[in-house]
């Protein structure tokens, strides 16, 4: 992938703009300044290398060159969208799942920021907004795909087992395809952010729904529950072990199966 490959494929989408880079420290820092300086809806930033990636609370995520996707789009709201805005990560998620679906892979997501591929972390989300007073002015929403078996971190490193698109299909889309995939996705879903049909989705694509999962939430006592489905603004649904319904919130959360 390059500049100019890159424009190629995504010559037919009406991208606000893009900028490319060989290497950069994190994708989404470069989308929130250009997002606070003006760009357009639409707008993208991709990196074939990320030095700094960031999952949530600042943990690491891991880009090496030539092998995985780190790309970051800028959304304005538009009216319409302005009420489900804590929906925009589950625009991210079946966005990447049904790129990864066009591909011939089975993706579940892992409430609220991570694509599986056979339980195996391939993709992650991680959403930032800009703020003007208290509207949010614009999103960030930035994607880190592992594309090339290359692009896994070793296992040790890692909490949560990884995966890549070329494990699982047996070899590596060109990434340049699979950008075009997730922003044709991500046109498709972001029409439809206000409806019914779009939580439906969603829920039919959530990793554990029906099975016994556990939830950390930063130092608070785990919550043991099944996995039950979503709420209108997208929080989890638990039923706990007295089959009492739990509302699970964005934040500092963990989404495990149960020990
Ligand atoms: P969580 O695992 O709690 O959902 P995040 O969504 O914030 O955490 O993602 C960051 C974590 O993902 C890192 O702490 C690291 O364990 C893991 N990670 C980093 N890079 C990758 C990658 N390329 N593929 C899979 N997992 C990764």
Redesign the pocket.
Known sequence: MNESSLKKSLSKLKLGGMRYFDSIGSTNDEALAWAASGAKDFSLVVADEQTQ?????D?????PKGS?IAMSLILRPSAPMRPHLSRTVGLAALSLADACQTLGLSPKI?WP??ILLNGR??????VETVWSGVEADSLVIGM?I?VSAS???PAE????P?TSIEEMLGYAPKREEVIQLVLNACLHWREQMGTDLFIQAWEEKLAFRGEAVQIQAGDEETTHGRLDGLEADGSLRLRDLQDHSVTVRFGDV?LRPAA
Not at 53 to 57: E, F, P, V
Not at 121 to 126: D, F, T, V
């Open positions: 990636g960031r999952g949530r609370l943990r690491k995520w891991f880009t995985a892992k920021n991570d972390k391939a993709a992650g989300i991680l880190g592992n692009s896994v971190p490193s890692l909490k949560f990884a963990s």
